[in-house]
């Protein structure tokens, strides 16, 4: 065998055996099609829970980690509904609250000891992600219950980004990450990602995507403009109008609207998942339990959130494959 056909083998053999290395060190979930680990992040559809932080759903917070891959916290500034915070310190529940609680009703760590606040429950997903390496990305839905305390109050979204970035480091995959994979700045995501494709899963294995939502845009606009470029979460608006997937959102500025990437649509308004998904946003349906995860597929749903999460799932048993 002359000396360039050996040089010519072993050429042919490497990347083969860089991308066996690479399908090696993914995990192998079961629920998660083997084909959506290459395909672009925003062309894939995932089985996400509701509330699921909540006990009625789940034993515990990372046990929701067993069937999906896109969870759900409802977090408050107060304990309850008299009562205020301290800073740096957000409330994990479902409900405003009453007097004489801990100010927490879920089931992460620290259940029972009224200490399974926003901390515990974001450092139980990274310590799984720890223990899981290689594991197909997170994207965790924050839901803010209430707007955002002054300054001095020590919940700003400064402080607020900064809790979840010393709780995750370099696990997050922030909305500047999505744009310097764009070559564009995270002011324009809105529009420059129609006609692109954010990574494939298999570039984001064992990242964590954070995502705010509220229900009123506002407050979003606030932490966009607080944050700007620095942001390490993704915000994702109530979407019930073209504007709000392609021009300036419902309630938000024009420059605010341009870091937005991501939609979250009720059942009432999922008609605009598919024009989210024709941008190139990821879209987020909730409430629409009664409709197989087959059918939110045919209707260009990204992420289907239901409170019986462990059940939905495609033809072939998926929770997580590509459209």
Not at 100 to 108: A, I, P, T, Y
Not at 184 to 196: F, H, T, W, Y
Not at 215 to 224: G, P, V, W
């Amino acid at each position: 065998m002359s000396r360039l056909t050996r040089f010519a083998l072993r050429t042919a053999v490497l990347p083969l055996a860089l991308a066996s290395q690479m399908v090696s060190s993914q995990e192998a979930a079961g629920f998660v099609s083997p084909a959506s680990w290459y395909s672009a992040f925003n062309a894939i559809a995932q089985v996400a829970c509701h509330n699921c932080y909540e006990k009625q759903y789940a034993s515990t917070f990372t046990s929701v980690l067993d069937s999906v891959r896109t969870l759900e916290l409802d977090f408050w500034d107060q304990r309850d509904a008299v009562t205020g915070g301290s800073a740096g310190h957000w409330f994990v529940r479902h409900n405003p609250g009453t007097l004489f609680q801990s100010g927490n009703d879920n089931n992460c760590t620290g259940d029972g000891k009224g200490t399974n606040d926003l901390e515990a429950c974001l450092n139980d997903i990274r310590l799984w992600s720890d223990s899981h390496p290689g594991h197909f990305p997170i994207t965790l839905i924050l839901d803010k219950k209430q707007g955002w305390s002054k300054e001095s109050s020590g919940r700003t979204p400064k402080d607020f980004d900064d809790l979840v970035n010393r709780i995750f480091q370099g696990k997050l995959y922030t909305p500047g990450d999505l744009a310097q994979h764009l070559g564009v700045s995270s002011s324009a995501l809105q529009g420059s990602l129609k006609g692109k494709s954010w990574p494939t899963a298999s570039q984001l294995q064992g990242k964590v995507l954070l995502v705010l939502n509220h229900s009123e845009n506002q407050k979003l606009s606030q932490y966009a403009e607080a944050r700007t470029t620095s942001a390490k979460v993704f915000i994702s608006p109530v979407t019930n109008g073209q504007n709000d997937v392609s021009g300036e959102v419902s309630g938000m500025s024009r420059t605010s609207s341009g870091y937005v990437a991501m939609n979250n649509m009720g059942k009432g308004d999922k008609q605009w998942a598919a024009q989210a998904f024709a941008y190139s946003h990821i879209g987020r349906v909730w409430g629409d339990d009664g409709v197989p995860f087959t059918q939110h597929i045919a209707e260009k749903v990204n992420l289907s959130a239901y409170y019986k999460f462990a059940e939905a799932k495609d033809s072939n048993g998926y929770r997580i494959r590509p459209f």
